[in-house]
Antibody, heavy 113, light 110 residues
Framework: EVQLVQSGAEVKKPGESLRISCQGSGYRFFDYWISWVRQMPGKGLEWMGKVDPSDSKTNYSPSFQGHVSISVDRSISTAYLQWSSLEASDTAIYYC??????WGQGTLVTVSS | NFMLTQPHSVSESPGKTVIISCTRNSGNIANNYIQWYQQRPGSAPTTVIYEDNQRPSGVPDRFSGSIDSSSNSAYLTISGLRTDDEADYYCQSYNLNNNVFGGGTKLTVL
């Protein structure tokens, strides 16, 4: 059974850094790009970017390029989404997704002073 | 880049059939696969259609997907509507290295 398990909810202050994770199991980790998707409160889904676990190549939506970083640790079948300096507008639920078929449970990130 | 436009909301009665559209504003809709996702309130999205018209295991055949090149649109058809089909539905496609979601359609079953 394919599973994507994401890290728990986070509460941060503006300007702080953060890394959230998504661990895959039940499939060949190298076979599928892993995407990250944002959902702001009461809003729709937004594609942020993706990483190829086989070579760590990344692609970003122009809307998120330069504001977040996506990476992968193949040794533990885990993808990461990282911010160096959070803003209040980063408050959202973040989902990882694989193969247009499987989704993580979501990670709520709250950024507030 | 391109956009995918969906109706903001649709409503229909239990047992009926509803069709949700997803129109691509540039580029041929048939050139890149369309996916459809269901999101119930407070839950993560789940896939109901992938690669235009394929159903993941466990998704009932009441859900079907289609493509119409003449209207440059994709369609999600849900037949035999049930109250638990009430949810937000999103289409999604891609080009080159970029993925795009539609704005979502709120389905009300009343």
């Amino acid at each position: 059974e394919v599973q994507l398990v994401q890290s728990g909810a986070e509460v941060k202050k503006p300007g702080e850094s953060l890394r959230i994770s998504c661990q895959g199991s039940g499939y060949r980790f190298f076979d599928y790009w892993i995407s990250w998707v944002r959902q702001m409160p009461g809003k729709g889904l937004e594609w942020m970017g993706k990483v190829d676990p086989s070579d760590s190549k990344t692609n970003y939506s122009p809307s998120f390029q330069g504001h977040v970083s996506i990476s992968v640790d193949r040794s533990i079948s885990t993808a990461y989404l990282q911010w160096s300096s959070l803003e209040a507008s980063d408050t959202a639920i973040y989902y990882c997704e694989v193969g247009s078929s499987y989704w993580g449970q979501g990670t709520l990130v709250t950024v507030s002073s | 880049n391109f956009m995918l436009t969906q109706p903001h909301s649709v409503s229909e009665s239990p047992g009926k059939t509803v069709i949700i559209s997803c129109t691509r504003n540039s580029g041929n809709i048939a050139n890149n696969y369309i996916q459809w996702y269901q999101q119930r309130p407070g839950s993560a999205p789940t896939t109901v259609i992938y690669e235009d018209n394929q159903r993941p295991s466990g998704v009932p055949d009441r859900f079907s997907g289609s493509i119409d090149s003449s209207s440059n649109s994709a369609y999600l058809t849900i037949s035999g509507l049930r109250t638990d089909d009430e949810a937000d539905y999103y289409c999604q496609s891609y080009n080159l290295n970029n993925n795009v979601f539609g704005g979502g359609t709120k389905l009300t079953v009343l």
